[in-house]
């Protein structure tokens, strides 16, 4: 006979095959300050592992806060934080509250007769969110042993990720946090933030697999009746069935169950006509064949509440009804039996959102419109009204002039509460769907341009910007258009006239006084054009600066002078040093806005013209103020090349690797990153297989105007082509650079490379011209501030007047030019000028000689600087001097060879296999599968599968070894 449908209540309390993760999670909860991370795919128990956990005896002394994301978003930050502290009032003393904590009264009314007086208001938007942030934490430290859980953060909002990486950095000592989210929806800032921990926070990250076909077969047994397992064959089709999903196995069981599919064979149960029954690999025939057993009534409900779509009040569920108040009662007491629907406090929720969408998914449209159209009506009577819900039901329902009223007032509030992701995405889903009014449709597009450029996912808007501006809209709006659009031109890398198109217009219809006038004036500063003289660009510095000291708004005038110095330090412009000072004069300290945060990070640049000093005091102000994604890329980028300059190597590899990926929509950014990890590939193998990864590199970082993160390719370019004995191709293929440098009179970023230049133009029997070019380059700097000119055009002298045969003065110019590099430091370049004196001190007969080269083998060594090491070892050989060997670190014991498990990796990417196809394949986590891709990649000087793809192919053919870099003689 069939067996009765399996109580809800029974199903959801069995936990099968997630042992090991439990324990890891209970072990990271009571190891406070800790934090464990859930990540896993819909329906594959995140939640019900943390409930497992939550009724541990362990934790019976642990205050227990929850939240989680919602599926339809509402224009309020931190939802899911406020709604875990909403229940802790009785558990509060307002005497032992920081007053910072008194700053969360409006947004915990309900806690508000308990914390602390409201401290005066700030005008500062950025500051007040960062007092916010030091409220929340100090309210959650005033708590004592306290978990907080975070369920589906894939949904929660930027200022919950951004407060959970602002707690995390310092968390409170009897704080653990939970968090879960899905990993196919989880974007790359919530990962870093749940990725990048502090050393001393305790902290577990599980991914939780499918069940095994003996763990589906043990859960279904236990759904059956202990007593009563099932058979093998039945396990291993359920496993099929339902990829080992433990919600879908539950659904599906409960499904048959109902049926009466299942029979009793000997001792265990079994599936009747195993071939006849065919249920679809997911969820969803199962979840419907579910509903359709229901009256007409309760499949109504289940419809309205599946178009609700997030947990409601009764009073709500019944007004979006169209059944009267009783028939909703019943069909919702039938809904909740049957275990669809569930009571979440005093609210009405689906169980699971697969079967919510199962459910959603087959409303037929005219319905579906006409249900969001009730949903819409119901939630617009709630006090207060949720404007993400009703935006969301008004647009369904295809009432799209009130929709896009209700859109825009959720988009300024969401601004308001500087969420500009997400207020930009509800006015680009007005403009693209609705079709509002010209006056209208300019001055939304010219709002979504200004969130646009803070929204921490940049939208692609240059289409609705482009048809904005065709419309007869007023001149201030037009000119804002031609901003926004010259920074979406800006930011995909558009050809360099019309950027510099764009932002003339704006000027043209702004006037001097407008912050985007004075932003765009320092934009057409910089160096951008192949044909545009520093003449030029010199000029709308000066009118940048000019503006910048009559705008209203201290904050815009901040960025524009951050932005300008930046330029003026690349040019040795004096200047920079009093612009930067006003800079930070303003900051105090203290960067509390995105715009002081951007202002900051242009300052940084500084590093790159040899300030080194001024630019690590600037980037260290920064990150204690999380004041936004972008600005935190900006500083890693940054913080990337002055490590590389400074020869900071130890981690380098790898946080290089990780901003290539991170910074993959960057283009700009991006190229900073490429360049440094051409370089270190270069310096840890010496494979001429890098040269065409140089050329790309610098032929990407001058089409993307980006002159000042070159030296470094530039150099290195040269340098291997003196060695590979065609130092002619070298000067050819870095003519344009030096080209542009002169043309735009980047006088302190083109005399890094002088060095190399001379050496190549020597070697090419050009000797004459690179005396002319050294005293070129002298006279250009002698005016100007650019600190490692004084280093370089020594090492040049050294070099040229090793042409004259005097080996002796050679060496000393070089010794003088090592010790100038070691005072910034730049120990690569200072060992790598040690070299070159060495051996002009030993071919001269100087002992000397034999220190120096020890001294460069040594500095090679501790930089990890392969190639440089291995070449300067065989000079000693060479003349009879003793050496040891180098000591190879490794990494696994294959140093940069591929593991066998990299090799697997590797091999299953180039035949198109998904990321979770081959971690499926070798048994092993889609983050693994990552890493090893990643590591594959650096250790092959690749950076795509479509290049890996081409060398396995040509390795695997004959060719070259796949252990890059094993092999250091080419």
């Given at each position: 006979m069939p067996l009765p449908p399996t109580p809800a209540h029974r199903a959801d309390s069995i936990l099968v095959g997630r042992d090991e993760q439990l324990r890891r999670l209970t072990e990271a909860v009571l190891r406070a300050p800790g934090v464990a991370v859930v990540e896993g795919e819909a329906g594959i128990g995140k939640t019900r592992l943390v409930s497992e956990l939550l009724?541990?005896?362990?934790?019976?002394?642990?205050?227990?806060?929850?939240?989680?994301?919602?599926?339809?978003?509402?224009?309020?930050?931190?939802?899911?934080?406020?709604?875990?502290?909403?229940?802790?009032?009785?558990?509060?003393?307002?005497?032992?509250?920081?007053?910072?904590?008194?700053?969360?009264?409006?947004?915990?009314?309900?806690?508000?007769?308990?914390?602390?007086?409201?401290?005066e208001p700030l005008d500062d938007r950025a500051?007040?969110?960062?007092?916010?942030?030091?409220?929340?934490?100090?309210?959650?430290?005033?708590?004592?042993?306290?978990?907080?859980?975070?369920?589906?953060?894939?949904?929660?909002?930027?200022?919950?990720?951004?407060?959970?990486?602002?707690?995390?950095?310092?968390?409170?000592?009897?704080?653990?946090?939970?968090?879960?989210?899905?990993?196919?929806?989880?974007?790359?800032?919530?990962?870093t933030v749940t990725a990048r921990l502090p050393d001393g926070?305790?902290?577990?990250?599980?991914?939780?697999?499918?069940?095994?076909?003996?763990?589906?077969?043990?859960?279904?047994?236990?759904?059956?009746?202990?007593?009563?397992?099932?058979?093998?064959?039945?396990?291993?089709?359920?496993?099929?069935?339902?990829?080992?999903?433990?919600?879908?196995?539950?659904?599906?069981?409960?499904?048959?169950?109902?049926?009466?599919?299942?029979?009793?064979?000997?001792?265990?149960?079994?599936?009747?006509?195993?071939?006849?029954?065919?249920?679809?690999?997911?969820?969803?025939?199962?979840?419907?064949?579910?509903?359709?057993?229901?009256?007409?009534?309760?499949?109504?409900?289940?419809?309205?509440?599946?178009?609700?779509?997030?947990?409601?009040?009764?009073r709500t569920l019944t007004a979006a009804s169209p059944l009267t108040a009783d028939a909703t009662a019943d069909g919702l007491t039938e809904a909740l039996a049957a275990g669809l629907i569930r009571e979440q406090g005093a609210q009405i929720a689906y169980r699971h959102s697969l079967a919510l969408q199962a459910v959603y998914d087959q409303i037929p449209l005219p319905r579906r419109q006409t249900l969001h159209g009730r949903a819409a009506d119901a939630v617009a009577q709630q006090s207060p009204v949720l404007l993400g819900q009703l935006a969301h039901h008004l647009r369904e329902a295809h009432r799209y002039d009130v929709w896009s009223d209700v859109a825009e007032r959720a988009a300024d509030q969401a601004a308001a509460l500087g969420d500009h992701t997400e207020a930009a995405q509800l006015l680009e889903d007005v403009l693209r769907t609705a079709e509002p009014e010209p006056e209208r449709r300019g001055a939304l597009t010219d709002k979504l341009g200004q969130f646009a450029i803070i929204a921490r996912r940049p939208p692609d808007i240059l289409d609705l910007l482009q048809r904005a501006q065709a419309l007869d809209v007023p001149r201030d709006v037009r000119g804002r258009l031609h901003f926004w659009t010259a920074l979406q031109?800006?930011?995909?890398?558009?050809?360099?006239?019309?950027?510099?198109?764009?932002?003339?217009?704006?000027?043209?219809?702004?006037?001097?006084?407008?912050?985007?006038?004075?932003?765009?004036?320092?934009?057409?500063?910089?160096?951008?054009?192949?044909?545009?003289?520093?003449?030029?660009?010199?000029?709308?510095?000066?009118?940048?600066?000019?503006?910048?000291?009559?705008?209203?708004?201290?904050?815009?005038?901040?960025?524009?002078?951050?932005?300008?110095?930046?330029?003026?330090?690349?040019?040795?412009?004096?200047?920079?040093?009093?612009?930067?000072?006003?800079?930070?004069?303003?900051?105090?300290?203290?960067?509390?806005?995105?715009?002081?945060?951007?202002?900051?990070?242009?300052?940084?640049?500084?590093?790159?013209?040899g300030h080194d000093d001024f630019a690590r005091r600037v980037l260290a102000i920064v990150p204690d103020a999380r004041i936004g994604s972008q600005a935190e890329l900006a500083r890693r980028a940054i913080t990337l090349l002055l490590d590389y300059a400074s020869g900071a190597w130890q981690d380098i590899d790898d946080e290089a690797a990780a901003l290539l990926e991170d910074l993959r929509d960057r283009r700009y950014m991006w190229v900073a990153a490429e360049s440094v990890a051409a370089s270190l590939r270069l310096a840890r193998s010496g494979s001429s297989e890098v040269r065409p990864r140089l050329i790309e590199a610098l032929g990407t970082a001058l089409s993307a105007n980006a002159y000042e993160v070159i030296p470094p390719i530039v150099t290195d370019l040269l340098r291997l082509d003196v060695l590979r004995e065609r130092p002619q191709q070298g000067v050819d293929d870095t003519a344009e650079a030096f080209r542009l440098?002169?043309?735009?009179?980047?006088?302190?970023?083109?005399?890094?490379?002088?060095?190399?230049?001379?050496?190549?133009?020597?070697?090419?029997?050009?000797?004459?011209?690179?005396?002319?070019?050294?005293?070129?380059?002298?006279?250009?700097?002698?005016?100007?501030?650019?600190?490692?000119?004084?280093?370089?055009?020594?090492?040049?002298?050294?070099?040229?007047?090793?042409?004259?045969?005097?080996?002796?003065?050679?060496?000393?110019?070089?010794?003088?030019?090592?010790?100038?590099?070691?005072?910034?430091?730049?120990?690569?370049?200072?060992?790598?000028?040690?070299?070159?004196?060495?051996?002009?001190?030993?071919?001269?007969?100087?002992?000397?000689?034999?220190?120096?080269?020890?001294?460069?083998?040594?500095?090679?060594?501790?930089?990890?600087?392969?190639?440089?090491?291995?070449?300067?070892?065989?000079?000693?050989?060479?003349?009879?001097?003793?050496?040891?060997?180098?000591?190879?670190?490794?990494?696994?014991?294959?140093?940069?060879?591929?593991?066998?498990?990299?090799r697997q990796v590797a091999e299953l990417a180039t035949t198109g296999r998904t990321n979770r196809e081959i971690s499926e394949a070798l048994f092993l986590s889609v983050r693994t599968v990552e890493g090893h891709l990643r590591s594959v990649l650096r250790k092959l000087g690749l950076r795509s599968r479509t290049e890996l793809a081409h060398h396995l192919g040509r390795t695997n053919n004959g060719g070259a070894r796949t252990g890059a870099g094993t092999d250091r003689s080419t």
């Open positions: 009724a541990d005896p362990r934790l019976a002394g642990h205050r227990i806060l929850t939240g989680a994301g919602r599926r339809i978003r509402e224009p309020f930050p931190l939802g899911p934080i406020l709604d875990a502290l909403r229940s802790v009032g009785e558990l509060l003393d307002a005497r032992d509250l920081s007053p910072v904590t008194g700053a969360l009264r409006p947004l915990l009314p309900e806690l508000a007769h308990r914390l602390p007086p409201g401290p500051a007040a969110r960062h007092r916010v942030f030091r409220g929340l934490t100090d309210l959650l430290g005033a708590l004592g042993d306290t978990l907080l859980v975070i369920d589906d953060a894939h949904w929660a909002d930027e200022q919950t990720v951004d407060f959970l990486g602002y707690l995390l950095d310092d968390a409170p000592g009897g704080l653990s946090v939970i968090v879960t989210y899905r990993s196919e929806e989880a974007d790359a800032t919530l990962r926070l305790f902290h577990v990250h599980l991914e939780l697999p499918s069940l095994t076909a003996d763990e589906t077969g043990a859960l279904a047994t236990a759904l059956l009746g202990a007593d009563r397992p099932i058979t093998d064959e039945f396990a291993a089709y359920l496993c099929v069935r339902t990829s080992g999903l433990p919600f879908a196995i539950r659904e599906l069981i409960a499904l048959l169950s109902e049926r009466g599919t299942l029979v009793r064979r000997g001792s265990g149960w079994a599936r009747r006509t195993l071939d006849a029954l065919d249920v679809p690999v997911g969820v969803r025939d199962s979840v419907l064949e579910r509903t359709g057993r229901l009256s007409q009534t309760a499949r109504t409900v289940a419809e309205v509440a599946a178009v609700l779509g997030e947990p409601v009040p009764l031109y800006e930011a995909a890398g558009a050809a360099p006239e019309l950027l510099r198109g764009a932002l003339k217009a704006a000027v043209e219809n702004l006037g001097d006084r407008s912050e985007q006038a004075a932003h765009a004036m320092a934009g057409l500063g910089f160096p951008i054009g192949t044909d545009v003289p520093a003449t030029e660009h010199a000029a709308w510095l000066d009118r940048a600066l000019a503006s910048a000291a009559v705008l209203d708004d201290p904050r815009a005038a901040t960025l524009v002078r951050g932005k300008t110095a930046m330029q003026l330090v690349l040019r040795g412009d004096p200047r920079w040093q009093e612009t930067a000072d006003l800079v930070l004069a303003r900051i105090d300290g203290s960067p509390t806005h995105p715009a002081e945060g951007s202002a900051l990070y242009s300052l940084g640049e500084a590093c790159l013209a440098w002169e043309l735009k009179a980047l006088w302190p970023l083109a005399v890094q490379s002088l060095p190399a230049l001379v050496r190549a133009l020597v070697a090419a029997d050009r000797t004459a011209e690179a005396d002319r070019r050294l005293r070129q380059f002298a006279t250009a700097l002698r005016p100007l501030r650019a600190p490692l000119a004084g280093a370089a055009i020594q090492h040049a002298r050294g070099l040229l007047t090793a042409c004259t045969g005097d080996l002796a003065a050679a060496a000393r110019l070089l010794d003088e030019a090592a010790r100038s590099y070691d005072g910034f430091p730049r120990p690569y370049a200072a060992a790598q000028v040690r070299e070159e004196a060495a051996r002009m001190y030993l071919a001269a007969g100087d002992t000397a000689g034999a220190a120096r080269l020890g001294e460069a083998i040594a500095a090679f060594e501790a930089l990890g600087a392969h190639w440089d090491h291995d070449r300067a070892t065989q000079a000693a050989r060479d003349h009879g001097l003793a050496t040891t060997p180098r000591h190879r670190r490794t990494r696994r014991g294959y140093g940069d060879g591929l593991s066998p498990r990299e």
